[in-house]
Every structure is written in structure tokens, then in C-alpha cells.
T-cell receptor, first 112, second 116 residues
């Protein structure tokens, strides 16, 4: 079955730096990959979606890359702020018509 | 416009009991999905309903069931509760059944279920 690994459980960075979170998967390359933000006690909030034929997607300070050769997606937050502190989840959809498979998430703390 | 709403917010039950969780999707959304999120893990897919029909089911025992009503709201039922059912239960709505990958899902705040 498809397995997803997000690089670390927790990541601490200094305010103003770029945060880079990793999502690795095994087996089949997904048709779509999504990134979500989740705050404590809240539901996930959709951030970005990237398709298998796309290399990169940007939205304001966020950037997602997708490397099907490495079976990896990178999620970047530039000029990070304390308000960016949250858990970030990656989720895969194998075919475009299958339920999302979520990773465990990475808890990001941006220190002022 | 109101987002996805879920009730109750918190719930405490004992082993063997039954529980019903409720979800109201965003107005105009016809698809509702249910997820279970155990502490420290990502959400795990349980069910998807679209136009009142079950369109997908995750790897959960038959103790879990759900339904969708004509107004597109949904209920998740869990029978014979086990300690391991303690989790945050999330409901997500989407506009159409366009495939999970392309159709943005909007999550509710969840129901925190504790089984003692």
C-alpha cells in the first residue's frame, strides 16, 4: 500500500527564514498531491494542489515542488512568521478518483 | 458564508456504547467525507457520500456506518465503541464528486471523541 513520510515530526526555524518541509512517498506516483495546514484542535485547511505533470506551484509565500523521480514533494514557506506555526500535512491521491492518503504531518514552529 | 459545521464538539463515551456524529456541509456542496484522526497521525479516510449515496469506504470495520440526508448533511455512527476509537472525527465537504485530487475539500473543526 502507499506509504507517505513527512521528514520530521517537528521543525523549528527563525522568523524570516525559509521553512522547507518534505513529503516522501513509496510505490506509485500520485496523480495529485495536496498540502494542508492544521492548527491545534481545528480541521485541516487546504493550501496548495500540484499535479503529477507540474514541477512547481506558488501561492504568495508558499511554494510546492513535485519530483516524481525522487518520489518527493517539498513545501516551502518564505519569510516565515510566527503565525505560520502549525502542523502541515501532505496528502496524495493516486488516480484522481481515490481517497486522499495523508502523512502524519510536520509541526512547524517559527521563533521570533 | 458558514463553513462546515460539526456537532457535538466533544463527546465522552464508554466502551460498548454507540455514538452519532453530525456534519453540515457548506451550502451548495453535495459531497461529504468522513475522516478519523488519531493523535499524532494524519486523517484517515472513512467514508465519502455524494448525492446521498456511498461512493467510497476506507478500511474500517462494519461498526462504522454513515448516511447522507436530502439536505446533504451527514451522520457518522459508530457502534460497540472501543478504546481505539478515541480520535478527532473530521467531516469534509466538496462541491462535486470530481475526484479527491482535484476537488478541494473543506474540513470542519471536528468532533473529539473520547472512549473510556
Amino acid at each position: 500500500s502507499q506509504k507517505i513520510e513527512q521528514n520530521s515530526e517537528a521543525l523549528n526555524i527563525q522568523e524570516g527564514k525559509t521553512a522547507t518541509l518534505t513529503c516522501n512517498y513509496t510505490n506509485y506516483s500520485p496523480a495529485y498531491l495536496q498540502w494542508y495546514r492544521q492548527d491545534p484542535g481545528r480541521g485541516p485547511v487546504f493550501l496548495l494542489l500540484i499535479r503529477e505533470n507540474e514541477k512547481e506551484k506558488r501561492k504568495e509565500r508558499l511554494k510546492v515542488t513535485f519530483d516524481t523521480t525522487l518520489k518527493q514533494s517539498l513545501f516551502h514557506i518564505t519569510a516565515s512568521q510566527p503565525a505560520d506555526s502549525a502542523t502541515y500535512l501532505c496528502a496524495l491521491d493516486l488516480s484522481g478518483n481515490t481517497p486522499l492518503v495523508f502523512g502524519k504531518g510536520t509541526r512547524l514552529s517559527v521563533i521570533a | 458564508d458558514a463553513g462546515v459545521t460539526q456537532s457535538p464538539t466533544h463527546l465522552i463515551k464508554t466502551r460498548g456504547q454507540q455514538v452519532t456524529l453530525r456534519c453540515s456541509p457548506i451550502s451548495g456542496h453535495k459531497s461529504v467525507s468522513w475522516y478519523q484522526q488519531v493523535l499524532g497521525q494524519g486523517p484517515q479516510f472513512i467514508f465519502q457520500y455524494y448525492e446521498k449515496e456511498e461512493r467510497g469506504r476506507g478500511n474500517f470495520p462494519d461498526r462504522f456506518s454513515a448516511r447522507q440526508f436530502p439536505n446533504y448533511s451527514s451522520e457518522l455512527n459508530v457502534n460497540a465503541l472501543l478504546l481505539g476509537d478515541s480520535a478527532l472525527y473530521l467531516c469534509a465537504s466538496s462541491l462535486v464528486l470530481g475526484g479527491f485530487g482535484t476537488d478541494t475539500q473543506y474540513f470542519g473543526p471536528g468532533t473529539r471523541l473520547t472512549v473510556l
